[in-house]
């Protein structure tokens, strides 16, 4: 079993930043990938960003040069920096980690983006 708790939602302008964090807990000896998606209103959840156990990273394409996804293996936790963020940014963003059949999906944290 993971655990994890996603933080570092808000409300924010146009062009404004934001930077969430994602904790993970539990059985996480063996996690290698950990992922952000997001899904807003009406719309199907999206993955946004990936970084694996070693460092590499993916991004969709509507965040490359925007946002960076990071990890810090001591405190078992991901983040997400989001720069030059858009009113179609908003959505639910939430962290995921695959492990063989299963998904575990944090409890999800508001990402609204209004002027």
């Known amino acids: 079993q993971v655990q994890l708790v996603e933080s570092g939602g808000g409300v924010v302008q146009p062009g404004g930043s934001l930077r969430l964090s994602c904790a993970a807990s539990?059985?996480?000896?063996?996690?290698?990938?950990t992922g952000w998606y997001r899904q807003a209103p009406g719309k199907q959840r999206e993955l946004v960003a990936v970084?694996?156990?070693?460092?590499?990273?993916h991004y969709a394409d509507f965040v490359k040069g925007r946002f960076t996804i990071s990890r810090d293996n001591g405190k078992n936790t991901v983040f997400l920096q989001m720069n030059s963020l858009k009113p179609e940014d908003t959505a639910i963003y939430y962290c995921?980690?695959?492990?063989?059949?299963?998904?575990?999906w944090g409890q999800g944290t508001q990402v609204t983006v209004s002027s």
């Open positions: 995921n980690v695959p492990r063989g059949t299963v998904d575990y």
């Open positions: 539990g059985s996480i000896f063996s996690i290698v990938v």
């Open positions: 970084i694996t156990s070693g460092g590499i990273t």
